[in-house]
């Protein structure tokens, strides 16, 4: 199963090796300052367009789900809570990803530093 991680000011998504190969996928380093919003995602049919990669119905969608303008790196599993990243300047568009870990990744990526005041 893939998983986040937050090292320094990026986002870490990994994939076992079975995952690269099923859904055509690479792991992604991301900025922090690319989030845009995370929130919780609740049904699989957040997944929109045409795929690329695995969709077994039901069970695991890991790939690229595309639609006019719009770009998904989706992996999603049965039974595990995932987030919705939404990203700006970046390859995708929005990540779906399925972790164990949700409540605890949302509050880290929810976080923001406060903007610093500038010097007179």
Not at 10 to 24: D, I, K, S, Y
Request: with cysteine; proline share 4%; charged share 25%.
């Amino acid at each position: 199963m893939s998983w986040l991680e937050i090292d320094g000011h990026h986002l870490r998504v990994r994939f076992t090796r079975a995952e690269h190969v099923l859904g055509l996928v690479r792991d992604q380093s991301i900025p922090l300052s690319s989030i845009e919003s995370v929130e919780l995602v609740g049904s699989w049919r957040e997944a929109k367009g045409v795929r690329v990669g695995l969709d077994l119905l039901g069970l695991r969608r890991i790939g690229t789900w595309r639609r006019r303008g719009h770009r998904q790196l989706v992996s999603l599993q049965r039974g595990v809570p995932a987030l919705r990243i939404a990203l700006s300047g970046e390859k995708y568009d929005e990540l779906l990803i399925s972790t164990p870990e949700v409540e605890l990744l949302e509050s880290c990526l929810g976080w923001r530093p406060a903007a610093s005041a500038p010097s007179s």
